[in-house]
């Protein structure tokens, strides 16, 4: 790791400000709107907006990165073609199951949903941290991309909004929503202060992915148990593996979970080699 690389995350703080602060305003007024006109969420059209954004800012983020990491124009292209590729086909798949119905209960002898959310991890989070060019492009990445652009997560307010208009049962909503939110709040501040460089910046954002990471792991708990029956709300009839709903954990959590993961090994790999 080069020195020129050590110091792409210092940016002065006020621009980051700059660069962020927006998305305060944005965010109360999109979730203003989703619980005045519930409608636009059991229409898909979050969904749609979301995926798209997502997918669009993990491919510009990816290039950009993979220009900081002074690859030729070449490899550039190899290394993204061989993230994105795989990466979109694999929504493309989960998308068109989920619209067809396939993760709905009883539609296969085996339930298809637990395969959609923890296989995609099981195969994709050991390459993503075992790629010795995934790391080149974390070292020349700003910390900060990966953690800002889990604002988003803000989108499990929707949650939130489900049960106060009693579609979605409290044991979930209210871990899975207010995890949600605070982890896409909090994204802004350790955010903006990975733009110092500072080891306590870095300390924080370790906290906040693990944060994150435990929010996962407390709604999939719990939903799993309802669609098992674990747990009787009446949930896993009324909205389970039903879509816009289920594209949630079948794919949005398996990327955030691997955004996760790859933030984690940024931040430590830039510990490691600042104590080096």
Known sequence: MTAATLGVDVVPGRRAWHALFWL???TALWIALNYAV?????????????????????????WLGLERAQLTFAARRNVWLAVMIPFTLWLAVIWSAAI?????????????LPFAIFGPVAVGVPILLLSRRIGDVLDAMPASWLVALQVLRVNGSAFLIGWIYGTVPGIFALPAGIGDV??????????????????????????W????????????T????????LIETGFAGA?????PAV?????????????????????IRRNRAAAG
């Open 239 to 243: 909205t389970g593996g039903l879509y």
């Open 247 to 267: 594209m949630v954990p079948a794919f949005a959590v398996p990327t955030w979970i691997m955004l996760h993961a790859l933030s984690l090994r940024q931040v």
């Open 38 to 62: 519930p409608v636009i969420g059991a229409s898909g059209a979050t969904t749609v907006a979301s995926r798209l954004a997502v997918h669009v800012l993990i491919a510009l983020g990816l």
């Open 100 to 112: 067809n119905g396939a993760f709905k209960p009883g539609a296969a002898a085996i339930p298809l």
């Open 222 to 229: 719990i939903g799993q148990a309802i669609a098992f029956r």
């Open 182 to 207: 605070l982890t896409g709040l909090l994204a802004v501040p350790v955010a903006i202060a990975l733009g110092s460089g500072s080891r306590e910046s870095r300390r924080a954002a370790i906290a």
């Open 209 to 220: 992915n693990i944060f994150g990471l435990l929010d996962f792991a407390i709604a999939l």
């Open 24 to 26: 305060v305003p944005l």
